[in-house]
């Protein structure tokens, strides 16, 4: 993949419009069409790119399989946390009002914090999924 | 804290799951799952205690109300199913540890307590969850993280037979997605006691409506193929005989009991109080549970694998819950929820000798258990009293059961049923008396000094298992009273 | 309230037994799973089309006078769910089937047969 002049400089290009539209969508979420796990995705989307034109080694050095394992896991700790927080504020589980002073600011954040552990969960299993499929050896060849 | 019990059952172990994938030490995965596992029991019998004292109970998640958000409902019914679930993970998580470095890769040891634990997680969901879509995801959650777990073990077989329970069980379901879409369809709501409140209010019940009738024949075939009724049984036999001995003692004792859970579910909460049940559906499943009870015990009397042996035996034995379920009567259901809790004993039991026999031997092939008797006492007594249970002696759990499930046949009229019933007994003394006999009286004279006795770890949850067969063999009020008033609320008498 | 009228339900049907043939009549793994995720696609329609109100648009707040009809949303959010549920399942899938052919050398069902037979 070293001569692909054209595919290399358009992914280089396009790479980072692609992550900055899944931010857009993630942080949108809350006031329109959007959330955590098309954010995750299309944020995957960008890293997938990126492993097809540069090659697994190159990727894995821009995100290892250790920090998606921990990034998975993190984004699940970080939704079931914000719903215990919620419950040690006198709520119940994800009861986002409680997180605030107004019910209206802690359902936005309340919002914000899931759609982040989504997110963040999403866009690291993706990517391992891909690094899975992507890292095997074929043994009959 | 008392009123957060209902979320936390579900959210330790699936918050446990993700701890478990940061860290890469077996041994502090495995602590952290001991822990869970053991609060999960406490709370299973804290819930089970205000259920008994106060009545159901609601939670409502995100504290929106019952018609709009998912609400957690626990009455006596799941509350029973709750505390099996949770006894059996409390004794599988102690016993986990040294079965699993025999039979699992080292590298992949870490993993499996995360997947062991979102499995659990995905069983008491589908078991505490008061709304039917919620049902659907904790299903598929619990699925997908046992066909992962079957795969586990080191032998090839083990790949294609979570292959093909896979391929079966996203159809089944997909059955289930199906049958509770159609019901959305009908009443606009997913929540269940609302569900059943408008099919009631708007008559669709007593008129017979077309749609209705097709979502029930979904949910039917869908969940009788995760519960492994008779002509759907196909993926549990290698499922349970390939995968590791954790994973089976699990799966065997937990798995089909919360699919016949959610049959109860529907078929008697949504359905109303089963008159139209014991017409329709009941009838329908009478054949299948009949044949699952003879074919499932003769296919076992000559399996060489003892492991499928008792698979085979745990397909007959889920005959016997559902024959109770079609009665429809309160005894026929006491008899059928009782079994639920007996089978869970005896099953867990007869699988951890299993993975005891295989800690030491390597093989659980008939031939293999000459002179085990002498050489592993402690496991193959135990083996002996779960094969007890099994048949329904008196004195063991399992008589309490197949007694109660006689005497409502009885009560219904159905003589031949009754009499099926005890020759299905007699099938399942003959198999286990196979093993009994080749283990105890067909001595291995080569092996036979050398005792090879499990450690320590394996023999303390099997044999609680084996005092608790006898328990509750001896007194069985507690779950019988508790079984019995999960049947009078299905029917909706006398609460 | 004729049979064209209701073509939602007839595309679905048509998908899901399509679906279920290859499930059942194909023996390679890859097939296999072809099949159940045209299968499960099937009953995201099913569930996609029920929640279409006629005349409805998406269910965003539009501004300006008047009751907006808006398409129940709630079918679409229950779906996204179960499209996700199916990812993991066609996942676990090929994990599976990735394992098999490392093992067995093969991913048609009556070859692994013969195999596990042989031993």
Redesign the interface.
């Known amino acids: 993949m070293h001569d692909h002049l054209i595919l290399r400089i358009i992914a280089k290009m396009f790479i980072p419009f692609i992550l900055l539209f899944a931010l857009y969508v993630q942080f949108h979420g809350d006031y329109?069409?959007g959330g955590g796990?098309q954010a995750g995705v299309i944020f995957a989307s960008a890293l997938i790119l990126y492993t097809l034109i540069f090659g697994l080694e190159t990727a894995m050095r821009v995100v290892s399989p250790t920090a998606l394992?921990?990034l998975?896991?993190?984004?699940?700790?970080i939704y079931?946390g914000t719903?215990?927080l919620?419950?040690l504020r006198g709520?119940?589980?994800?009861?986002?009002?409680m997180l605030a002073a107004t019910p209206l600011a802690g359902q936005h954040l309340g919002i914000f914090l899931i759609e982040l552990g989504v997110g963040t969960t999403v866009f690291a299993v993706m990517v391992m999924?891909f690094y899975?499929?992507s890292g095997?050896k074929d043994?009959?060849s | 804290m008392n009123a957060h019990l209902p979320v936390l059952q579900v959210i330790l172990p699936l918050l446990g799951a993700p701890l478990c994938m940061l860290t890469r030490s077996a041994r502090l995965n495995w602590l952290i799952t001991i822990a869970v596992s053991w609060s999960g029991f406490v709370i299973s019998l804290l819930l089970a205690q205000q259920v008994w004292v106060n009545g159901p109970i609601t939670y409502n998640m995100g504290g929106w109300v019952a018609p709009w958000g998912i609400t957690y409902h626990i009455d006596a019914l799941n509350a029973f199913v709750l505390i099996i679930v949770t006894m059996i993970a409390a004794l599988v998580a102690p016993y986990a540890r040294r079965s699993i470095q025999k039979e699992i890769d080292r590298h992949r040891q870490a993993v499996f307590y995360a997947l062991l634990l979102l499995c659990q997680a995905g069983l008491l969901g589908i078991v505490i969850t008061g709304d039917a879509f919620n049902m659907y995801v904790f299903l598929e959650l619990s699925s997908l993280s046992s066909y992962a777990l079957i795969a586990m073990g080191k032998r090839r077989r083990g790949l294609t037979a979570a292959f093909q329970y896979l391929i079966m069980g996203t159809i089944g379901a997909t059955f289930i997605l199906i049958g509770i879409g159609l019901l959305y369809n009908l009443t606009g709501t997913l929540n269940i006691l609302d569900l059943a409140e408008q099919l009631n209010k708007h008559h669709l019940i007593a008129t017979g409506n077309r749609t209705l009738i097709t979502a029930f024949a979904f949910l039917t075939v869908g969940l009788s193929l995760k519960l492994a009724l008779f002509p759907l049984h196909l993926w549990l036999p290698n499922a349970y005989s390939y995968a590791p001995s954790v994973v089976t003692i699990f799966l065997a004792a937990t798995a089909t009991k919360v699919a016949v859970y959610m049959l109860l579910r529907f078929c008697f909460t949504i359905l109303g109080h089963g008159a139209l049940f014991q017409m329709t559906l009941g009838k329908i499943i009478l054949l299948p549970s009949l044949c699952a009870i003879f074919i499932g015990s003769i296919v076992a009397i000559f399996q060489y694998d003892i492991k499928r042996m008792l698979a085979y035996s745990s397909i007959a034995q889920i005959g016997y819950m559902t024959l109770g379920i079609t009665m429809a009567t309160p005894l026929g259901l006491t008899a059928g929820i009782l079994h639920l809790f007996n089978h869970a004993l005896m099953k867990g039991l007869l699988f951890m000798t299993m993975g005891a026999v295989i800690y030491r031997v390597d093989s659980v092939y008939l031939s293999d258990f000459r002179g085990l008797g002498k050489r592993m006492p402690w496991t193959m007594a135990a083996f002996v009293i779960g094969g007890l249970s099994l048949m329904g002696v008196p004195l063991t759990a399992g008589f309490i059961s197949k007694w109660y499930l006689v005497k409502s046949a009885l009560e219904c009229g159905w003589w031949p049923v009754a009499g099926l019933i005890l020759i299905g007994s007699l099938l399942a003394v003959i198999y286990v008396w196979r093993v009994v006999e080749t283990a105890y009286f067909n001595p291995d004279h080569e092996l036979e000094q050398r005792s090879c006795e499990a450690p320590l770890s394996l023999l303390l949850p099997m044999w609680i298992l084996v005092i608790a067969n006898i328990y509750f063999g001896i007194n069985s009020d507690l779950p019988l009273s508790m079984a019995a008033r999960a049947a009078n609320l299905l029917l909706g008498v006398g609460v | 309230m004729n049979l064209i009228g209701h073509y939602n339900y007839l595309i679905s049907i048509f998908l899901m037994m399509v679906g279920f043939f290859v499930v059942i009549c194909r023996g390679n793994l890859i097939k296999k799973l072809i099949g159940l995720n045209i299968f499960s696609t099937s009953v995201f329609i099913l569930y996609i089309t029920m929640g279409k109100v006629a005349g409805g648009t998406a269910p965003i707040v539009v501004p300006g006078p008047g009751p907006h009809i808006y398409t129940n949303p709630l079918p679409h959010v229950l779906i996204l769910t179960a499209i996700v549920v199916g990812v993991a399942t066609t996942a676990v899938g090929l994990a599976l089937t990735v394992r098999i052919k490392e093992r067995y050398g093969t991913i048609e069902e009556d070859e692994i047969r013969l195999k596990d037979e042989s031993l």
Not at chain 1, 91 to 97: A, D, K, R, T, V
């Open positions: 329109g069409p796990f394992r921990i998975a896991a993190s984004g699940v700790l079931g719903g215990v919620c419950m709520g119940n589980f994800l009861e986002y009002s999924l899975g499929f095997r043994p009959s």
